[in-house]
């Protein structure tokens, strides 16, 4: 039976480097998506300039047209007094709320008094650190992508307690955002130096793939960014999820397919996914190991796996 979904669907960023006519095309077709939330912005390299904040703000209020809430993301890594500059001008946009994804961003906006969503890279662990973000603006904060399911419920039981109410999200769907760097590892991999790049990660938009000698994709390179090989997809937790608290599941866009992880997530929230269903939306191997505690490569509901009940 159908039911009210009480999980809320938001569109990550897109992590990976694409052209203007395919952020234009995919966020064409996202305005007809059931997805709630939709975060837009470059959050990974500086460099990747083909679309400005003009531009970013352009496509928003298109989505807001079609009934989305519209956030702006931040840059993870600021390297320079141009990105600060840039960042400035993001934090002032007046329109749209902004996702907060390094101190400086953090900083601006509170001292603005700015609302702003807290982004996984903050790294927000404990109810003391979630409270001093809430009396600073904050309206909604993502856990970290390690952070397991049980630890989450904890987490959540103890705002609950403290009476923190800024609704929770997880990243339920895409490659996993891990680490950071000053270099770029995809202008290495070209032999390219990282300020004469010629924009190579262009020719990756699901990023490069780094493997192990017996093949397996242990990585997956995106300019400066470091993701997991594996494409975490927590479907079939869209109910646990709902049930502990959490109150948004992200989708990190992909290049293909991205219509329909939407509909399997739209369909698990709403207690429409029904078993057997292929875990394999696109072509990639799923993990979901940190959710469930394990490493987080592992893939818990793959065959033999059984996930542990809830705590």
């Not at 404990?126 to 419920?153: C, K, Y």
């Not at 929230?269 to 940190?290: K, M, N, Q, W």
Request: aromatic share 8%.
């Amino acid at each position: 039976m159908s039911t009210t979904p009480t999980l809320q669907l938001s569109l990550g960023p897109v992590l990976f480097y694409w052209t203007r006519e395919h952020y234009a095309d995919f966020y064409r077709e996202a305005a007809d998506w059931p997805v709630d939330i939709v975060h837009l912005g470059e959050s990974v390299c500086s460099r990747r300039r083909d679309m400005k904040l003009d531009d970013w703000l352009g496509l928003g209020r298109e989505l807001a047209q079609s009934g989305k809430q519209v956030v702006l993301a931040s840059q993870t890594l600021i390297e320079s007094e141009a990105d600060l500059r840039d960042l400035r001008r993001l934090c002032d946009n007046g329109e749209f709320l902004v996702e907060a994804n390094d101190q400086s961003a953090l900083h601006r906006l509170s001292a603005a008094s700015q609302p702003f969503v807290a982004g996984a890279s903050l790294n927000l662990y404990n109810p003391a650190t979630l409270a001093v973000l809430a009396r600073a603006g904050m309206q909604r904060w993502q856990a970290p992508v390690e952070m397991s399911r049980d630890d989450l419920a904890r987490l959540l039981a103890d705002c609950r307690e403290q009476g923190l109410e800024a609704p929770c999200e997880v990243f339920a769907y895409g490659h996993l955002p891990l680490a950071w760097s000053s270099r770029c590892f995809t202008a290495r991999r070209y032999q390219k130096p990282k300020d004469r790049c010629q924009f190579v990660c262009q020719k990756h938009p699901e990023g490069l793939a780094l493997r192990t000698q017996e093949a397996a994709q242990v990585f997956t390179l995106n300019g400066i960014q470091t993701l997991s090989g594996a494409c975490q997809d927590l479907r079939h937790e869209a109910p646990a999820m709902a049930e502990m608290g959490v109150g948004v599941a992200r989708l990190s866009p992909r290049p293909e397919g991205m219509a329909e992880v939407v509909a399997a997530f739209d369909a698990a929230r709403r207690g429409e996914l029904h078993a057997p269903d292929p875990l394999s939306l696109v072509d990639a191997e799923i993990c979901d190991g940190y959710w469930h505690g394990r490493p987080g490569m592992d893939h818990i509901r793959a065959e033999g796996l059984n996930p542990a009940p809830l705590c």
